[in-house]
């Protein structure tokens, strides 16, 4: 489990920054050891349902970044690319 602060809008709800935080462990997940594609692929679905535009999303992403060393893009592209139940990024 990650010992850093994670990027989230204060003006979310509860369930909001909950869905968000989930999809940053399936990145976190992914880079270490490997998750389920689907369930990634899922998770990035429900993450959009919160973070809209295109612009948070990269925001969002630069900062975890910062904080983890892990890249919400270039784990995506590898789920999306993935043709195994399961991914490492």
């Known amino acids: 489990m990650a010992n850093y602060g994670y990027p989230i809008d204060e003006e ?22 490997g998750t389920d594609t689907e369930a990634f692929l899922n998770g990035y679905k429900k993450f959009k349902t919160v973070v809209k535009s295109i612009g948070e999303e990269k925001r969002i992403g630069r900062e975890f970044e910062a ?9 995506l592209q590898q789920a999306k690319a993935a043709t195994a139940k399961r991914f490492k990024a």
């Open 12 to 33: 979310w709800t509860h369930e909001e920054i909950t869905t968000v935080i989930r999809f940053l462990n399936l990145v976190e997940e992914a880079n270490e050891s």
């Open 67 to 75: 904080v983890s060393g892990y890249s919400i893009y270039r784990t």
